[in-house]
């Protein structure tokens, strides 16, 4: 994925996840980010930032929901490869939610995602958490 380090959501993000550990100081570069963002890119970096500091899985789960729908917005195949990634933290929200139905949609779909991405640690740890996921809820006596 290509984020161009010179814009200014992208560095006010990058500020913020130096404070990560400090999780106000983190919100408060995030909740920035957001406010300056001025497009889809923009508005789909920042929602993937504020998602990560949520206190409580609705609010993460909001969060996600909107990064997932402006990086569908966006047309440019780079951003493609953020899809299996923003699918498991939906699908891990949805699977915290007790909702399994939906986490095992949203799991299902970052898989199908999975060939935009490049054959790296991260990938590899993205799809194996798709998988995990998927078997955790298909195993709930619910399902």
């Known amino acids: 994925m290509f984020f161009d380090p010179e814009n200014h959501v992208v560095k006010l993000c990058a500020e913020g996840i130096t404070f990560e550990g400090e999780p ?44 997932l729908h402006e990086a569908l917005s966006i ?35 970052g898989l ?3 060939g935009h991405l490049n054959d790296d640690g991260y990938s590899k740890m993205v799809k194996s958490g798709l998988e995990n996921g998927l078997k955790r809820v298909t195993s709930k006596p619910e399902i």
């Not at 406010?35 to 949520?54: G, K, L, P, S, T």
């Not at 780079?78 to 949203?106: Q, R, T």
């Open 24 to 67: 106000e100081k983190a919100r408060l570069y995030y909740q920035r980010a957001w406010d300056a963002a001025i497009n889809n890119e923009e508005r789909f970096v920042a929602a993937h930032y504020v998602a990560r500091i949520q206190a409580d899985v609705s609010a993460k789960l909001k969060w996600d929901q909107i990064a």
């Open 112 to 114: 199908t995602h999975c």
């Open 75 to 109: 047309e440019k195949e780079y951003v493609k490869a953020a899809y299996p990634s923003l699918y498991l933290n939906l699908g891990k929200c949805h699977e915290d939610l007790s909702d399994f139905g939906m986490a095992i949609w949203h799991y299902e779909q």
